[in-house]
């Protein structure tokens, strides 16, 4: 099996930054797209942005112009730069990997464990 490892949440006031990053415990035989969830409290988890094998990538509008994702394909890593954070930010972040582990598996979405980003006002 395999666990992705997310850090970098925290607390930060209205208007700072933030970066999180999430690393594979083992390497993927493919890897379609790599991508940031976000769930608030009493709400559905949501998209933030996912990135494709080719580079390609796609935001909530909601972030849009704040924050930027970027990928290592060869170590298998994905990050989120989190700038002008608001306090509609807060939230549990989950780095989302769509991906097979061999040639021979299937293509399954994986998820971290989550890392909480709070925006205080």
């Known amino acids: 099996q395999v666990q992705l490892v997310e850090s970098g949440g925290g607390l930060v006031q209205a208007g700072g930054s933030l970066r999180l990053s999430c690393a594979a415990s083992?390497?993927?035989?493919?890897?379609?797209?790599m991508g940031w969830y976000r769930q608030a409290p009493g709400k559905q988890r949501e998209l933030v942005a996912h990135i494709t094998n080719g580079g390609s990538t796609n935001y909530a509008d909601s972030v849009k112009g704040r924050f930027t994702i970027s990928r290592d394909n060869a170590k298998n890593t994905v990050a989120l730069q989190m700038n002008s954070l608001k306090p509609e930010d807060t939230a549990v972040y989950y780095c989302n990997v769509k991906g097979r582990l061999s040639a021979w598996d299937s293509f399954y979405d994986y998820w971290g464990q989550g890392t909480q980003v709070t925006v205080s006002s």
């Open positions: 083992r390497t993927f035989s493919r890897i379609n797209v």
